[in-house]
């Protein structure tokens, strides 16, 4: 039974890819870009105050992400009608990111290490209608598991209202991965991240400004031979603070993939994907013994996808001295 599902979630997924192109692509996962359909930077993961001096020592970010994707395509025949191929897909993930941050300053700015990991439950859903409104194919996967792991790397300075972030990331291909699922929480190959970033902070007005960019480069998946382009993302977040603890504004994300994919799997072009998302956040301050932790919630509604799903997420962040 498992084997005819495999089959039939294969048949679907090359199916969806073939009519929809890389619009379906959390399908398919042998013609699409960035494969499976998103790359392994989630956009949004930084925001407000991202370049900001944190407190020497251990502490612990606890993320929960929850996303709701859906792609629809139509291909049209000159006599006959057409094929429809319609995708939805829903992710939750806790992501853990213990954090070191050293007291001595190196070249000059406070440095960090980070490792993140991740946990969490992947759907999703496909079908195929005919030109009559038949359902030709249909297929559905579920998965609930651990995800790959993101060591990082983080220098910061500070100059008074202006803050400055210099990063670097590794993903490291460990999580749940099987050629031909649908559902899939890791990417099976190996990417490097590293970027830069910029944060005006003004403590007497209140006012608030952060933006963070970054390159991706990655790997060969080694099992579908199929190495996704160079991606670029830049996140942002602006804030009031409307007391000592309290602050709210807007955070928003662009994503593109600068290059085409390439490789013996990407079979039907170097399709390049691109997403914009804006949404309202909530930051709040608060002591906890002697020390300072942090908790912010914030959504985007996504627009403007090319050769990408698109929907809307949520992410709730805290952070704790340990």
Request: glycine share 14%.
């Amino acid at each position: 039974m498992k084997t005819k599902r495999s089959r039939q979630n294969r048949c679907l997924s090359a199916t969806l890819a073939l009519l929809a192109g890389t619009a379906l692509g959390l399908a398919a996962p042998t013609v699409r870009a960035d494969e499976g359909g998103m790359g392994v930077w989630l956009p949004g993961m930084y925001g407000s105050l991202a370049a900001t001096p944190a407190a020497p020592g251990w502490s612990l970010g606890a993320i929960y992400y929850r996303t709701s994707v859906d792609a629809s395509a139509t291909r049209q025949f000159p006599i006959g009608g057409g094929f429809t191929a319609g995708l939805d897909a829903q992710l939750d993930l806790l992501m853990l990111v213990p954090t070191y941050v050293f007291a001595d300053p190196v070249l000059g700015g406070q440095a960090a290490l980070s490792v993140a990991g991740i946990y969490g439950h992947s759907e999703v859903s496909g079908t195929l209608t005919g030109p009559r409104g038949r359902t030709l194919l249909s297929g559905d996967d579920s998965l609930t598991a651990f995800g790959d792991l993101f060591p990082s790397a983080s220098l910061r300075w500070n100059d008074g209202k202006h803050n400055y972030l210099a990063y670097g990331m590794l993903g490291v291909p460990v999580g749940s991965y099987r050629t031909g699922r649908l559902a899939n929480l890791g990417s099976n190959h190996w990417s490097i991240d590293a970027g830069g970033g910029y944060t005006y902070f003004n403590r007497s007005s209140g006012r608030e400004f952060s933006v963070v960019a970054g390159l991706t480069w990655n790997f060969e998946n080694p099992d579908t031979d199929y190495r996704n382009g160079v991606d670029a993302h830049m996140d942002w977040g602006a804030s009031q603070f409307l007391s000592p603890r309290w602050h709210v504004g807007l955070v928003g994300y662009f994503y593109d993939q600068l290059s085409g994919d390439s490789g013996a799997g990407a079979r039907f072009g170097d399709f390049k994907s691109r997403v914009a998302g804006i949404g309202p956040q909530l930051g709040y301050l608060f002591a906890l013994g002697d020390k300072q932790a942090y908790v912010n919630l914030k959504g985007y509604h996504e627009f403007g996808a090319n050769h990408r799903p698109d929907g809307w997420n949520v992410w709730l962040t805290l952070s704790l001295p340990l």
